[in-house]
């Protein structure tokens, strides 16, 4: 498995609009666009730092991952993602050594990116995500 790079940190919040004035005004960083993907539940906004993004997460919905996440945590960093080559191989990589894997195969992410989660139980705590972008 290859390793790019960090691609993203995810942040839940509660309200991206509220949120997105700390990165924008305060910090001065560019705002690259929101995308909601429905079948996650789930509205994100980007901006760039460098090579890697924030992306702030929103709940569409009170079931879906990000309002549980906030139910339970509150506001804060929820995932961190690493870009890699090739998921497939990656994911299939982790699965032989035994890491407990959230996804077998991927799904769509923001972007067009195909993703997929690692289980925290496996990442000591952490939710990593796995991003390929093509």
């Known amino acids: 498995m290859k390793v790019l790079k960090v691609d993203h940190i995810g942040i839940a919040v509660s309200s991206i609009a509220e949120v997105k004035k700390l990165y924008t005004d305060i910090l001065g960083l560019e705002h690259a666009g929101s995308e909601t993907v429905a079948e996650q539940k789930v509205t994100t906004a980007f901006f760039p730092v460098g090579e890697s993004e924030v992306e702030l997460l929103e709940s569409t919905a009170p079931d ?14 929820q995932h961190i993602a690493f870009r890699v080559e090739n998921i497939e191989a990656a994911l299939e990589e982790l699965k032989a050594k035994g890491v407990r894997l959230i996804d077998e195969k991927p799904r769509k992410g923001a972007g067009g990116a195909k993703i997929a989660f690692l289980h ?10 796995l991003s390929q972008r093509d």
């Open 64 to 77: 879906g991952p990000i309002a549980k996440f906030l139910e339970a945590k509150g506001q804060g960093v």
């Open 120 to 129: 925290p139980k496996s990442t000591y705590g952490v939710l990593v995500e």
